[in-house]
């Protein structure tokens, strides 16, 4: 069984979903996980913001335009009246939920209910025009397998024998449609995989049914060795392994919902990033390993804090650090880069939430301070120890750059530095012409 995830832009209108209803025939059993049409869940999010602030007439004007424009999307994708009937009434019924949210009070529990909408109403009208089609097929609900625990994490016991347990049912087809993003929380509660989360419920779909194969199909043909929103002239990368993907997509390639690669490396499940516009194009494929070679990629990730650590009593005695690291660990606040010396520690969070606390339990170990809005850009290949070159040839690339953090050994495949967000772009760009490129 193959799972094969569609991004919000790739069923973003009837003609795309038309077009995906075409990519998903023959006769395989397969799970398609689809996202929201793109611009949907920003609209949801939207529409929660303004019930938080109580401005209920532009929430209400929100949700008139949402329903226009599907009506509008309906029109175009059925052919028949009575699909478009079924599919105005569904998009009727949806709205009239949502709008039973206006004149009351609300909820961050709520928020969640209303941002699941986008997810069901694209899986919908494609299990609709499927059936229009005269295409066998099955709409499961997420809600009905997918759950994270107490914590945020998925719950892969309850995922797989759940989903394991829906798909075994005897009038489920070889087709089966269900929607990304959306789960329910350890209290059977709507909740949801976090932005981007479509990618992350599509490699647990796929862990869970041991697929041989989870496909992302997105707008762009694979991973490319570069930010393609900031850097001119990047270009796709063929092969990549989990841990690199895993590493580019932690820090900040968008392609890739960070969390989503973990599933598939742990039940070794090869992902393919496939470009809907493009279905003939190989993309790339990720698996457990990949040819070595220099330099494969750069990403970043803005919006970083960095906070030194001078310890007052001189000297990395030993217990400093693990003080240091408690302090983290109490306001669970995860670490992203460190770079030590003998009388001080740098690190960088991108959580802030409890910054003020962090600061606060640090200030008893020595003097501290913090720059805000920085960057990681993290350059990712080969960077095995026995190698030479390498980090002069970063340098040399970053050379007209001030770098504030440089961490190098971590791993054999990353070398991440810490910049000013106003140097971003040049950091990148200058890796791009002078690392990649060269
Ligand atoms: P989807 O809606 O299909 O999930 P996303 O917008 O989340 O699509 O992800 C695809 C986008 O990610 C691309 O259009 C591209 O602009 C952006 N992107 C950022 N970094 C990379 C990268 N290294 N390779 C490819 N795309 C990237
Ligand atoms: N629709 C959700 C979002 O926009 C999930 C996804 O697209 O992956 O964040
Ligand atoms: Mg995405």
């Given at each position: 069984m193959k799972v094969l995830k569609f991004g919000g832009t790739s069923v973003g209108s009837a003609e795309r979903i038309r077009h995906v209803a075409g990519l998903i025939g023959g006769s395989e059993p397969k799970v398609v996980v689809l996202s929201a049409m793109s611009g949907t869940t920003d609209t949801l999010v939207e529409f929660a913001g303004c019930l938080y602030r109580n401005r209920r007439q532009e929430a209400s004007d929100i949700i008139r335009n949402l329903e226009v424009n599907y009506y509008m999307v309906v029109t175009e994708l059925f052919r028949t009246d009575d699909y478009i009937f079924r599919g105005k009434e569904f998009i009727r019924t949806i709205c009239t939920y949502l709008r039973s949210f206006v004149n009351k009070d609300f909820y961050p529990l709520q928020e969640k209910a209303v941002v699941a909408q986008g997810e069901i109403i694209s899986t919908t009208l494609m299990n609709y025009y499927l059936e229009e089609c005269g295409v066998p097929n099955t709409l499961l609900s997420a809600l009905e397998y997918m759950r994270i625990d107490k914590d945020g994490e998925p719950d892969y016991f309850y995922i797989r024998q759940n989903i394991t347990r829906e798909l075994s049912r005897p009038e489920v087809r070889q087709l089966v449609i269900?929607?990304?993003?959306?789960?329910?929380?350890?209290?059977?509660?709507?909740?949801?995989?976090?932005?981007?989360?479509?990618?992350?419920?599509?490699?647990?779909?796929?862990?869970?049914?041991?697929?041989?194969?989870?496909?992302?199909?997105?707008?762009?043909?694979?991973?490319?060795?570069?930010?393609?929103?900031?850097?001119?002239?990047?270009?796709?990368?063929?092969?990549?392994?989990?841990?690199?993907?895993?590493?580019?997509?932690?820090?900040?390639?968008?392609?890739?919902?960070?969390?989503?690669?973990?599933?598939?490396?742990?039940?070794?499940?090869?992902?393919?990033?496939?470009?809907?516009?493009?279905?003939?194009?190989?993309?790339?494929?990720?698996?457990?390993?990949?040819?070595?070679?220099?330099?494969?990629?750069?990403?970043?990730?803005?919006?970083?804090?960095?906070?030194?650590?001078?310890?007052?009593?001189?000297?990395?005695?030993?217990?400093?650090?693990?003080?240091?690291?408690?302090?983290?660990?109490?306001?669970?606040?995860?670490?992203?880069?460190?770079?030590?010396?003998?009388?001080?520690?740098?690190?960088?969070?991108?959580?802030?939430?409890?910054?003020?606390?962090?600061?606060?339990?640090?200030?008893?170990?020595?003097?501290?301070?913090?720059?805000?809005?920085?960057?990681?850009?993290?350059i990712v290949g080969d960077c095995s120890a026995g190698k030479t070159g390498l980090g002069a040839r970063v340098m040399d690339a970053l050379a007209e750059v001030p770098l504030r953090m440089i961490s190098y050994g971590g791993s054999e495949h990353n070398i991440s530095v810490l910049v000013k967000e106003g140097d971003k772009k040049k950091a990148m760009v200058d890796l791009s012409r002078k690392l990649l490129n060269e």
């Open positions: 269900t929607q990304g993003f959306i789960c329910r929380n350890a209290y059977g509660e709507i909740d949801n995989l976090r932005r981007g989360g479509s990618d992350y419920s599509a490699a647990l779909v796929g862990a869970a049914v041991e697929a041989e194969e989870i496909q992302i199909w997105t707008d762009i043909d694979g991973f490319h060795n570069n930010d393609p929103r900031v850097v001119e002239g990047t270009r796709a990368i063929r092969r990549l392994s989990f841990e690199e993907a895993a590493e580019l997509a932690y820090f900040g390639a968008k392609i890739l919902h960070p969390s989503s690669v973990q599933p598939a490396a742990r039940a070794n499940i090869p992902v393919r990033l496939k470009n809907t516009l493009n279905p003939g194009d190989e993309g790339t494929l990720i698996t457990a390993a990949s040819p070595a070679g220099n330099v494969k990629a750069v990403a970043a990730k803005s919006g970083i804090t960095a906070i030194k650590i001078k310890s007052t009593n001189m000297l990395l005695a030993y217990g400093f650090l693990r003080k240091v690291f408690e302090v983290f660990e109490a306001w669970k606040t995860p670490i992203d880069m460190i770079t030590t010396s003998e009388v001080a520690v740098s690190l960088t969070i991108d959580n802030t939430a409890r910054l003020e606390q962090i600061l606060r339990n640090l200030a008893q170990y020595g003097i501290v301070e913090v720059d805000r809005d920085m960057a990681i850009i993290c």
